[in-house]
């Protein structure tokens, strides 16, 4: 290995020491010498960094991170492992404030909506919530029709207790896409909570009636019927299947939740 120039021998011998407990302290040694031979794009500094993180190195495996979402933010990739490692290092430091500014800085810089709905979602984790809020507010004020932004939005008003404003929160997510189907579970738990259940599901019924949507019927109909609105929930069927007319085109789930409902009723 050492007499080779290839980029992903050495990626790939590093990847594999670290998977082995009986060779762990070879292992930083051999990322430190795959850095010499390839770019350092995501897939490797996330690697990198969980090595760090297996040896209780969680500081350097933050940095690591932090340069892991610098560089999903230049090439696109996925953004949210590297903030699901962010969060498991910074729970095992006991949350320090300066890791916690070290993260927000790197969001910051990067002003990328995807790491910041990401990083707004482990600060709420971290109980967090007034900052993550803030986050989503950012990225609503950029991206508008972002719906999981709306959701995640929802659930922080949700855990401050002002649950009729994250009904509304949901609402706009399910009017933004109506064949989202988070949008409903989100829904479910809030019109549970409701002091206005019926007032809370014309809201819905609504938006899926203008959506003309077989998916939000389906969607809506599964909903309906786990609220223990069996009748209305066979409307909400067959609704969907007059705008899809053949039960092969229907989604599996939603014929088998068709039938449950007529079984319900009887």
């Known amino acids: 290995l050492d007499a080779t120039k290839t980029a992903a021998a050495h990626v790939a011998w590093a990847a594999f020491l670290s998977e082995r407990d009986d060779f762990r302290p070879q ?20 690697r990198w960094g969980k090595a760090l993180a297996a040896m209780g190195r969680h500081e350097q495996a933050l940095e690591k991170y932090a340069s892991a979402i610098r560089a999903t933010a230049a090439d696109g990739s996925d953004v949210f492992e590297c903030f699901e490692r962010v969060d498991e290092s910074l729970q095992a430091m006991g949350i320090p404030e300066s890791q916690v500014e070290r993260i927000q800085n790197c969001v910051d810089s990067i ?27 950012k990225v609503i004020a950029a991206q508008p029709r ?36 988070d949008g409903y579970i989100c829904s479910l738990e809030s019109i549970r909570e409701s002091k206005d259940a019926n007032a809370a599901i014309a809201r819905t019924q609504a938006i899926v009636d203008a959506s003309a949507s077989a998916a939000a019927h ?37 014929i088998a939740g068709w039938a449950h409902a007529l079984q319900r009723v009887g």
């Not at 659930?155 to 949901?170: I, N, P, Q, W, Y």
Request: hydrophobic residues 50%; proline residues 2%.
């Open 146 to 181: 972002d719906t999981r932004a709306w959701l995640h939005w929802g659930r922080v008003l949700r855990t401050l207790g002002a649950r009729e404003d994250a009904m509304a929160k949901f609402e706009n997510a399910i009017e933004l896409d109506p064949s989202n189907a």
């Open 218 to 254: 389906s969607l809506w109909a599964g909903t309906l019927s786990q609220l223990g609105r069996h009748e209305a929930a066979l409307k909400q069927f067959e609704a969907a299947f007059r705008i899809v007319p053949t039960q092969v085109a229907m989604e599996g789930w939603a």
């Open 27 to 46: 292992v930083l040694g051999a990322y430190e010498r795959a850095a010499h031979h390839t770019k350092h794009d995501a897939e490797f500094l996330l």
């Open 111 to 137: 002003d990328d909506h995807r790491a910041r709905l990401a990083w707004a979602q482990v600060l709420l984790k971290l109980e967090r919530v007034a900052a993550s809020a803030g986050q989503v507010e």
